[in-house]
């Protein structure tokens, strides 16, 4: 079994900003060039996640105000007493989604739905240059 990893950055307004990133990691598998394999897709950080997502506005528009209703913004948080940031609702919202995901790779493509996308959604609040490592396993 082999592994190959890049890491790619991208720049995030923070405040639910989703950018699609499937196509710089169909990029990096494409390169690596194994008709079989597995590739993880992760973010380095504790207020961002990475998902799929049928590209669709509507359904785009609705992911952040779902999430909304589950981890308000509004809300006194241990975490903001603390640190005096005003993110725990970022850090909660991550930890739910979680910072990566795997996919299968067929004919080097990634198995993906037709709309289907990889995003990148952070939660915090201000604009960040987010790490993405992308590890192809094969």
Do not use: C
Not at 80 to 106: C, F, M, P, R, Y
């Amino acid at each position: 079994m082999g592994i190959s990893s890049e890491i790619f950055t991208i720049s995030s307004n923070g405040f639910d900003d989703l950018i699609d990133i499937t196509s710089k990691v169909q990029d990096i598998v494409s390169r690596i060039n194994k008709e079989t394999a597995l590739v993880n897709i992760s973010v380095i950080a504790p207020t961002a996640s990475v998902i799929t997502l049928e590209n669709e506005s509507g359904l785009v528009g609705d992911f952040p105000s779902v999430l909304e209703n589950i981890v308000p913004v509004n809300r006194v948080y241990k975490h903001d007493i603390s640190w005096h940031e005003g993110n725990a609702h970022a850090h909660l919202k991550a930890a739910l989604l979680g910072n990566n995901i795997t996919l299968s790779v067929v004919n080097t493509k990634i198995a993906l739905d037709a709309n289907q996308k990889i995003a990148l959604i952070d939660f915090d609040v201000k604009p960040s240059l987010r790490k993405i490592v992308v590890s192809v396993m094969y």
